[in-house]
């Protein structure tokens, strides 16, 4: 699975591995200083986030155009 993390206007692509050893709880200041983690996106500029994170847990997903037959014509 993959974590996406959003920190002061940049995206990274994590694996479940990279991230916890990037957060982990004995280290005074971990890999993204002193943080907290957002459960809610109240704003969407991350300027107010202040010293929080956001991680989302998912996959990139990609829309493929479908096509359908509307009508058929018969000459």
Do not use: H
């Amino acid at each position: 699975m993959l974590y996406f993390i959003i920190s002061n206007s940049e995206i990274e692509q994590v694996s479940e591995e990279e991230l916890l050893n990037r957060i982990r709880p004995e280290d005074v200041a971990c890999y993204y200083g002193r943080v907290g983690f957002l459960e809610v996106i109240e704003e969407s500029d991350t300027n107010y986030w202040g010293d929080n994170i956001l991680i989302i847990k998912g996959e990139i997903v990609t829309p493929k155009p479908k096509k359908v037959v509307e009508t058929f014509e018969i000459d």
